[in-house]
């Protein structure tokens, strides 16, 4: 599974000229695999407590399916026409 690297955001008017932003988001993947780290840590530490209520399995699923679902995003693409604007975003 390899993550969305950058995401394209576009709006336009239709009588005027759009805005496209571009947002590098592989500069913050480093910062998102140290959160993933620290919530894997903190559930490895809480795993024990919900042993007894069967929340294990869950708890420690958290962050990898997370991450999965982020990876997922890759090739994502929404585009929203209304009456008087337009918003399109691409996951590169």
């Given at each position: 599974m390899i993550p969305p690297?950058?995401?394209h955001l576009r709006i336009r008017r239709p009588g005027g000229r759009g805005v496209g932003l571009w947002l590098p988001v592989l500069l913050l993947w480093p910062l998102i695999w140290m959160v993933?780290?620290?919530m894997m840590l903190m559930a490895l530490?809480?795993?024990p407590f919900v042993w007894r209520a069967g929340w294990t399995k869950r708890v420690l699923l958290f962050v990898p399916c997370a991450l999965a679902l982020l990876s997922a995003t890759k090739g994502l693409e929404v585009s929203v026409i209304?009456?008087?604007s337009e918003f399109r975003l691409k996951c590169y």
């Open positions: 690297w950058l995401i993933a780290a620290l530490l809480v795993a209304g009456a008087d």
